[in-house]
């Protein structure tokens, strides 16, 4: 059952030698001794820009520890309950917009507890605008103590300067000030950034700026380190863009998402196998990169270690050919819409359905706290 294929690009719409080993063709089914099927989606993507205008603040990874073959009849269970003709299930197609209540009224059902995905599923969240901040710290101050051979990172030190910058940035800087700080990071870092157009006098422009502008005694101290980092700066576009470069796009969330998904899974049941539904993001070598850090250590930006973690497959799909991901594809976008929600966007279907997300959220997700409980209220946004 489990068709694992070394033919170049089949199973996926992804094209090129990058995506030719790590797809599943056939349906997958749990077989005892070789570990449960977990799929995962993703909602609200935007590869690493990851702040503007018009750019979600969230991106949610629905993910559910089910096979094809378990899969099947709860999909065709819901095309029955929702009357749906298309060939796949879509949460915006099918749950999103305001006349579809009664549609959501079955989701529900689902995850609600005795429902048929109740316990199976989970919402990872990720604050894409905490994350520019916590990449922040982790490619500049943290790098520059690693040189000086001091932890900041598995003290903790790291992660409270991000947290303390990002929820007091805003009135220390002004909220317009603290936006430019996060989009010139974005624009610095980013795989867009190939060609040099933001330098490090550019950058560091802005830093100086907040730095002169802070009136909070955390994130002046937490930019008094950052604006002596111009030398870790410059190895960093050499490193990410240069002639030699072997690193990944830095802001690309999906990658420790991805592995912080699959360490979790694996917590909670052992040996796992994982089908991701196909993003270009996600290419061979970095499920590569993932196999092999799940066989050691995790990202360590994302609070926890992945020492123990068994891992069987992690492969590729497209929803179309398999169920299971057409679930997670409904779980992502439920906690996508909840997302919306806490960011004070009105939608129904968030209106309709936090009830029973909020309980599906990770703790370990990657959110400036650790309470999801916090997602079922609208951000209160700081006074400035």
């Known amino acids: 059952m489990n068709d694992l294929s070394r033919r170049p690009n089949s199973g996926t719409g992804l094209l090129g030698p990058n995506y030719a080993r790590r797809n599943q063709l056939g349906p997958t089914a749990d077989i005892v001794g070789e570990g449960r099927w977990v799929a995962v989606d993703e ?41 749906l003709q298309a060939p796949e299930l ?7 917009g305001p006349k579809n209540g009664q549609r959501r009224s079955v989701l529900s059902a689902l995850l609600a507890p005795g ?71 974005v624009a610095f870092t980013s795989h867009k950034n190939r060609d040099r157009q933001v330098t490090v006098d550019d950058f560091y422009n802005v830093v100086e700026e907040a730095w002169a502008r802070s009136y909070r ?23 990410a863009h240069g002639p030699d470069a072997i690193l990944p796009q830095a802001l690309e969330p999906l990658i420790p998402a991805v592995s912080a998904i699959t360490t ?32 050691d250590r995790g990202h360590p930006e994302f609070r926890h270690l992945s020492r123990g973690v068994n891992l069987g497959h992690l492969v590729r799909g497209q929803s179309a050919e398999h169920p299971s991901l057409q679930l997670a594809d409904l779980i992502s976008g439920a906690g996508f819409a ?20 909020v309980p599906l959220i990770d703790p370990a997700g990657m959110l400036s706290h650790g309470e999801p409980d916090k997602v079922a209220h609208p951000l209160v946004r700081p006074a400035v």
Do not use: C
């Open 217 to 239: 005694r955390n994130v002046t101290e937490t930019l008094a380190l950052l604006r002596i980092t111009r030398a870790e700066a410059s190895e960093y576009l050499q490193d």
């Open 115 to 185: 429902g048929a995905l109740h316990g199976r599923a989970s919402v990872y969240l990720l604050d894409k605008h905490y994350f520019v901040v916590a990449k922040l710290i982790d490619l500049f101050v943290e790098e520059q103590a690693h040189k000086q051979g001091r932890d900041i990172r598995n003290t903790g030190r790291a992660r409270k300067m991000a947290r303390s910058l990002f929820a007091e940035g805003p009135r220390a800087l002004g909220p317009a000030l603290f936006d430019r700080l996060l989009s010139s990071t």
């Open 43 to 83: 909602s609200g993507w935007d590869g690493d820009q990851l702040h503007g205008e018009h750019r979600s603040r969230y991106l949610s990874l629905g993910s559910v520890a089910i096979s094809d073959a378990d899969a099947e009849p709860i999909v065709e269970e819901i095309r029955a309950a929702t009357r």
């Open 338 to 357: 909840v997302a919306q929600r806490h960011d004070g966007l009105v939608n129904p279907a968030g209106e309709d359905l936090y009830a029973v997300v």
């Open 90 to 96: 879509k949460f915006s197609k099918v749950f999103a």
């Open 264 to 295: 979790n899974w694996s917590k909670k049941l052992g040996k796992v196998n994982m089908l991701v539904d196909d993003q270009r993001a996600l290419s061979d070598a970095i499920f590569d990169d993932i196999e092999t850090e799940a066989r």
